[in-house]
């Protein structure tokens, strides 16, 4: 269970503790001592020493220590017999006035995950893992990890609070609460390098996570808000050699899209959502920063593929909170459509994730399909 973290992290403040109250137990070697003393003087603290010896990659040093308030780490690997310094990072780390501590993972300690989205993931350390950690006296307040992937250390997971974690599994970003046991998860490139990490740039939540549109978004499995229409893409092929228009609704009536001029290429990614009497809510990439969500024509199908339905019923109505935006690219630039005003009275049909609705509406005599956040939504019912 998840909990297993959670009561490892306790044991390993406890652990790290015992070690701070034997600080004079940390013996730098005498080249790592003098590169210090070269390049920043007298320190103000040394909060931590460890090494990573006889591993596949090598021997490895990491100190940890605090000068002029500024947490900095850095880092020696052996060479001919000799230490030398490979990172020197504040920006890798946490800050702040609380007290840090610098831990590792012995080879051979296992440890495992366990999310609802998801089997148990389970490891056992290389011995090529640590982790940096303040505390206040009590419990872990924020952290970082890293191990050994690729040729490097590289960003195992991290930590802002007591109650909210983030790991990184199989190249996705994993976000889990404690204490009310949210779970998400997202598909993203993030720096993950050691030497170009900064902690306190890395997402908090999967809002946060800028998307590559240049490829296919995932899309989180996560608790929705209402009984509306799931949108999620099918495993399904499109034709080739084709190019489409693109329109605002499931219909030429509602208008094409990108201001009359929305095309999509079928030799392109294209994420198919659901049909509706002959057409097809696709989402696609209009370039690195920009998704559209639209609907063609269903020809452009390959037969014989079963796509779901979209009902195109009411599943509840809502009325906006504050006036907001309509998009059509809920998951990358949120470029707007038009405003929607405050106290609007909107349709929902379906919903993306668990942040944005697929409503319809009128507005000045027509009909508009988009999204717009759940965040700006009173429904008129319990849903």
Same mark, same amino acid.
């Given at each position: ?52 010896? @006889? ?9 940890? =220590? ?13 060479? @001919? ?14 800050? !702040? ?48 990890? &890293? ?5 490097? =250390?590289? $960003?195992? +997971? ?6 909210? &974690?983030?790991?990184?599994?199989? !190249?996705?970003?994993?976000?889990? @609460? ?7 998860? /997202? ?34 499995? /996560? ?5 509306? &229409? ?16 693109? =329109? ?6 509602? !208008?094409?899209? +990108? ?18 009497? !002959? ?91 988009? =999204? $717009? ?11």
């Amino acid at each position: 269970m998840r909990f297993l973290r959670v009561l490892m992290l306790a044991a390993l403040l406890f652990l790290m503790l015992l070690c701070a109250q034997a600080e004079n137990a940390w013996q730098l070697p005498a080249e790592i001592e003098i590169e210090i003393d070269r390049e920043y003087g007298v320190i103000d603290a040394l909060e931590g020493y460890v090494e990573l010896l @006889n591993t596949p990659e090598g021997d490895f040093a990491f100190v940890l =220590f605090v000068n002029d308030d500024i947490r900095i780490l850095n880092a020696f690997e052996k060479k @001919n017999g000799a230490w030398e310094q490979w990172l020197n990072s504040s920006a890798a780390v946490p800050q !702040g006035e609380a007290p840090a501590r610098l831990y590792t993972y012995e080879k051979g300690t296992g440890y495992n995950y366990n999310w609802d989205y998801k089997q148990e993931k389970n490891f056992v350390s290389d011995g090529l893992h640590i982790g940096i950690s303040t505390d206040n006296g009590d419990t872990s307040q924020e952290g970082i990890e &890293f191990v050994w992937r690729d040729g490097g =250390f590289r $960003l195992f +997971g991290y930590h802002y609070n007591t109650g909210s &974690f983030v790991d990184l599994v199989d !190249g996705e970003l994993v976000f889990w @609460n404690i204490s009310n046991g949210d779970e998400r998860f /997202v598909k993203a490139t993030i720096e993950t390098d050691i030497r170009l990490v900064a902690f306190y740039d890395l997402p908090r939540d999967p809002a946060q996570v800028v998307q590559d549109a240049s490829r296919e978004p995932v899309i989180s499995e /996560v608790k929705y808000l209402n009984r509306a &229409f799931k949108l999620s893409p099918q495993d399904v092929k499109v034709k080739k050699n084709q190019r489409c228009e693109v =329109f605002m609704g499931p219909g030429k009536s509602y !208008g094409r899209a +990108g201001g009359g001029k929305a095309l999509v290429s079928t030799n392109d990614w294209i994420q198919v959502f659901a049909r509706h009497d !002959g057409w097809l809510l696709i989402q696609y990439g209009i370039n690195d920063t920009r998704y559209r969500i639209g609907w063609i024509r269903e020809e452009a199908l390959i037969s014989g593929q079963e796509v779901p339905a979209l009902p195109m019923q009411i599943y509840d109505t809502g009325t906006l909170l504050e006036d907001a935006e309509l998009t059509d690219d809920p998951l990358s630039s949120k470029a707007k459509v038009l405003t929607v005003k405050e106290g609007t009275k909107v349709d929902i049909m379906a919903q993306l994730d668990d942040a944005w609705l697929y409503v319809q509406f009128m507005q000045n005599g027509k009909t508009y399909y988009g =999204f $717009l956040p759940v965040s700006v939504m009173r429904y008129d019912s319990n849903g």
